[in-house]
């Protein structure tokens, strides 16, 4: 009894619960990806995803004090966090060089800290619904919360959504509203979902007309969404009269060799693949030539430009760039290149798209951080910012938009492109290297984001990478090609772009950004913590 005292007082939470929390926890960090071998490998699971939010959110619901709710929803979010990203080990213990404790270590901090956004939002649905609201009040609550901290963890201090809740529901019924509220307001929909199902196990009773009015206005709106989803229909009305033939290039250049031994490898081999395809556009991954051009071997450079100037078919190529700045001083930057049919045989003028969102610790030195960086034997860590909005590359009546790697994860940078309708783009185009972090889970979590951002915008997506996932996605998200991981290869096939329609995320996101689903969120806990207090003091009282 005492021991149980006194561990009462460290830890709000008992072992059985704590226990559960774990569990549920790795296994919604399953459903974005079933990571096993058998016919739903890679595939996302939805239900699943469902299924484990459900279970924290009835032990939330249970919750005795704001710091008991602070530990339930933050040792959910630390284990589904570590399961959805512990492959980040892999970067830093083998390409990296930490050594095991210290690579563990620093994917558990990361996760920890990113957790608490989750532990915070748990202790404010505590704060608000503590007193006995109804189901659809404390349903709208959480996931609001929830909404909000999706939101922070993927915009403060850069960002880092990687393994949101939505995304697995990329399959499931939900996807027909990405297209209206996007990635975030998917996670609001399963949290709602989760709570409305754990509120009612509890026996929270009805007692309100306004109550009643909300959920039937709720569900037609959700129903006429439904209903008018642009991914419940085809495309065949909006996409280009001709198809545009693409070959995507996987080199499978291993990590550890791609800025050392396996350099003369993927310049050898891009050049003759670059060379002797026949498609419209040929597209390689992310610095797939890992130079700059003026450290090529001799007329490498020249020979990819006039190939291009003169024929009739275009490339986009992944490499680094260099320039200096008006101070003199060398910058560098993780780009992509435009090659392309010149008026006159004699230019070699070029697209250049520059990689606007950077990786912490792998492209920039975030603040504080330079000691950590200094652990590392990454190369290439230091590289300046493209612009948001960068011009798209034009060829053959398509407007081609380039995102380079984990670029894909930020819908609402990428929807900024879209502000202007008759100039959005009509594909878009994913240039990755995930070899980083081995042939794992990771790859299909990739994959399963860019089919996220084609939902929401309403475009194909081209995926050429190192090692994996290169994929043709079509403009409902669908995945229609695709190569195995870890193999060399090339990808071809006909594309079409999709031209004209814009779908509502792209049309708010890229005016407002992520404003209004925050907003609105905020707006509905202001709401339900009137209805709170008005709960507490008798004034009138409101069910489900």
């Known amino acids: 009894m005492h021991d149980n005292a006194q561990q009462s007082k460290r830890w709000p939470l ?104 989750y532990g915070m939002a748990s202790a404010a649905f505590y704060a608000i619904c503590q007193t006995s609201v109804g189901v659809f009040p404390r349903a709208c609550a959480f996931a609001a919360v929830w909404a909000l901290a999706e939101m922070a963890r993927g915009t403060l201090w850069t960002g880092f959504p990687w393994g949101a809740v939505g995304y697995a529901h990329v399959d499931s019924l939900l996807q027909h509203w990405a297209p209206w509220v996007g990635v975030y307001g998917l996670c609001a929909l399963s949290a709602f979902l989760a709570m409305a199902v754990a509120a009612e196990r509890r026996g929270y009773r009805s007692t309100s007309r306004a109550t009643l009015v ?21 495309e065949n009305e909006q996409r280009s009269a001709h198809s545009l033939r693409v070959t995507l290039l ?101 697209y250049q798209y520059d990689k606007h969102h950077l990786v912490p610790f792998g492209e920039f030195v975030p603040p504080l951080f330079q000691w950590f960086v200094q652990l590392l034997n990454i190369p290439l860590g230091d590289f300046t910012r493209g612009d948001v909005v960068q011009p798209n590359f034009i060829f053959k009546g398509e407007r081609i938009a380039p995102n380079i790697c984990y670029e894909d994860l930020f819908g609402e940078e990428m929807a900024r492109s879209f502000a202007d ?35 929401e915008l309403g475009r194909p997506m081209l995926r050429a990478t190192n090692t994996g996932a290169t994929a043709i996605i079509n403009a409902q998200g669908q995945v229609t090609h695709r190569l195995p991981s870890a193999v060399q290869g090339a990808l071809t096939a006909d594309v079409y772009g999709v031209h004209g329609s814009i779908t509502p995320y792209a049309r708010w996101v890229s005016v407002w950004g992520l404003w209004p689903l925050a907003m609105l969120a905020l707006l509905t806990l202001l709401i339900v913590a009137g209805m709170a207090h008005a709960s507490r003091h008798g004034q009138r009282r409101f069910g489900p």
């Open 14 to 117: 008992n072992v059985t619960t704590t226990t559960w929390l774990i569990f549920f926890g790795f296994t919604q960090a399953l459903s974005l990806a079933w990571p096993f071998e058998g016919d739903f490998k890679g595939v996302p699971q939805g239900w699943l995803q469902c299924v484990s939010l459900a279970v924290l959110a009835g032990l939330l619901d249970r919750s005795q004090s704001g710091k008991q709710a602070f530990a339930t929803g933050w040792t959910f979010s630390l284990a589904w966090l570590i399961g959805s990203t512990w492959w980040l080990f892999i970067s830093m213990n083998r390409y990296g060089g930490l050594s095991v404790p210290v690579a563990a270590i620093a994917v558990f901090a990361l996760s920890a800290g990113l957790a608490l956004f």
């Open 214 to 234: 909300s959920i039937t206005l709720g569900v037609t709106v959700l129903g006429f969404t439904w209903l008018t989803s642009p991914g419940r229909h085809t």
């Open 250 to 350: 996987q080199g499978n250049i291993p990590q550890d060799l791609k800025f050392a031994e396996g350099v003369n490898q993927a310049l050898h081999d891009y050049r003759d693949a670059l060379l002797t395809g026949g498609s419209d556009l040929i597209v390689t991954p992310e610095t797939a030539i890992p130079l700059i051009p003026e450290r090529m071997p001799e007329h490498y450079w020249a020979q990819l430009q006039t190939h291009f100037s003169k024929g009739s078919q275009a490339a986009l190529i992944g490499l680094p760039l260099v320039r200096r700045n008006e101070e003199g001083q060398l910058q560098y930057s993780n780009s992509v290149l435009g090659l392309m049919p010149q008026v006159t045989p004699a230019s070699t003028a070029t």
């Open 421 to 455: 309708h008759d100039q959005a783009p009509t594909l878009m185009v994913n240039l990755s290297n995930i070899a980083w972090f081995g042939n794992t889970v990771a790859i299909d979590q990739h994959l399963h984001i860019s089919r996220m951002r084609a939902l």
